[in-house]
């Protein structure tokens, strides 16, 4: 099968109501949905967490790849991609995450070719009931949505998602200046769930080393399951370390460096940052012989969070739940989407290869979004418009 036509289109995904986090204020993403056409009328989807994989794709990638053989993916790696050391030199991962949303789509057109879902062509499904956490945080108001201004609206939302959709794995922002706000949240979910219910939380390196020591105690008392990226870097991790028991989870997917220094306890992913299925697939393995545990991260639309649910089926080794934005996102730019977990879990999709469609309307009505108003603006400090805050918090 011969590679005909490739397009990436870069999208804005909004969310029902934006989120406060460590930078201020988020109100959706903005990735690329990449399609790659056989001349047999097969296309392939792909997703890369990133509008600067568009360009690359539509101006450079695409040419390289047409003509290509779609299932000689080795060989379409080394067109695109110099040397991998090269290709990261000064941490720009933004070309990796292009040909990795492309590889993603060639993985697909293999299995509508050979009319498999994707987890079969991976080895077949240990699991196809997939754990997600459903997300919380302070949030502002959206369209249609008022959000959670205090704790106590954010301990009620996780109460209906539990009583609604029967959640009771939960992680969310934990990245508040004010240190007690976050605290209070924890504290009132844990008080209304229980000791059943699972919290994660995430502060994005919000943090000093000081302020996290202080914060350790309190946080292993609520039964925190994991802390992802409390301070800046791995070295104050492995600090931090010596004072708190909780995991640590963080999206520095160096492996070689948390063998050596012993943290962190997880890796929470994309395969496109890995540079596609293929290379996620050797990553997870190493992980898993070096007893790190991996999961996905939230933000991508049906298509990434597709290819998710396939991985998640095939690998044993990520055995704790993926992040999940499922729940705030309005609208998705493929037929079956949102997903929603229901008592904590997603089904694989059971189609050929990815298992989705893509809705053209959508599609074109997130991509118009783009066009009209750039992509989601993530460092949008509402206190301070126009100026970006500086780490740490506290």
């Known amino acids: 099968m011969k590679i005909r036509r490739i397009q990436a289109t870069p999208i804005n995904l909004r969310l029902e109501a934006p989120y406060a986090w460590v930078f201020g204020e988020l109100d959706g993403f903005s990735p690329t949905i990449v399609e790659v056409e056989t001349e047999d009328g097969l296309i392939g989807l792909g997703e ?4 600067a994989a568009a360009a690359i794709i539509n101006d450079n990638l695409a040419a390289r790849l047409i003509g290509r053989d779609a299932f000689d993916i080795a060989g379409a790696e080394e067109v695109c991609l110099p040397y991998w050391t090269g290709v990261q030199s000064i941490n720009d991962r933004s070309r990796i995450m292009a040909f990795g949303a492309i590889e993603m789509a060639l993985w697909d057109l293999r299995g509508k070719a050979w009319r498999q ?7 077949g499904a ?11 945080s302070l949030r502002g108001d959206g369209p249609e949505v008022k959000g959670e201004k205090t704790p ?4 009620d939302y996780c109460v209906q998602l539990h009583e609604t959709h029967g959640t009771t794995f939960f992680e969310g922002k934990f990245s508040t200046g004010d240190t007690k706000l976050s605290l209070k949240m924890v504290e009132l979910i844990r008080q209304k769930l229980g000791d059943d219910a699972m919290i994660r939380i995430d502060s994005n390196q919000a943090y000093s080393l000081a302020t996290a020591r202080r914060l350790a105690r309190p946080l292993e008392e609520l039964g925190v399951r994991n802390w992802e990226d409390p301070v800046a870097t791995i070295e104050e991790m492995r600090e931090l370390r010596r004072h708190c028991s909780i995991p640590f989870s963080t999206h520095n997917i160096d492996i070689a460096r948390a063998m050596e220094i012993k943290v962190p306890d997880a890796f929470v992913g994309n395969p496109t940052v890995h540079g596609g299925i ?20 939230s933000g991508d639309s049906g298509v990434g969070s597709a290819a998710y649910l396939h991985l998640c089926a095939a690998l044993g080794w990520i055995r704790e739940p993926n992040q999940s934005l499922f729940r705030m996102l309005p609208m998705d730019v493929i037929e079956e989407g949102p997903f929603s977990p229901r008592n904590n879990v997603v089904r694989v999709p059971e189609g050929h290869g990815l298992g989705v469609t893509l809705s053209r309307e ?5 991509h118009r979004d783009f066009i ?23």
């Not at 240990?126 to 956490?133: A, G, S």
């Not at 106590?152 to 301990?155: G, I, L, M, P, T």
């Not at 293929?278 to 991260?297: Q, T």
Request: one cysteine or more; proline letters at 11%; aromatic letters at 14%.
């Open 48 to 51: 890369a967490p990133t509008p």
């Open 117 to 123: 879902p994707l987890y079969q062509l991976l080895g």
């Open 126 to 136: 240990v699991r196809k009931d997939i754990p997600f956490t459903d997300y919380f």
């Open 152 to 155: 106590e609206q954010v301990a």
């Open 278 to 297: 293929g290379r996620m697939l050797r990553f997870v393995g190493a992980c898993e012989h070096a007893g790190i545990d991996f999961w996905c991260y």
């Open 362 to 366: 959508n599609l074109a009505a997130c």
């Open 372 to 394: 009209e108003n750039g992509p989601c603006n993530k460092y949008h400090d509402p206190a301070k418009p126009g100026t970006y805050r500086r780490l740490p918090l506290n």
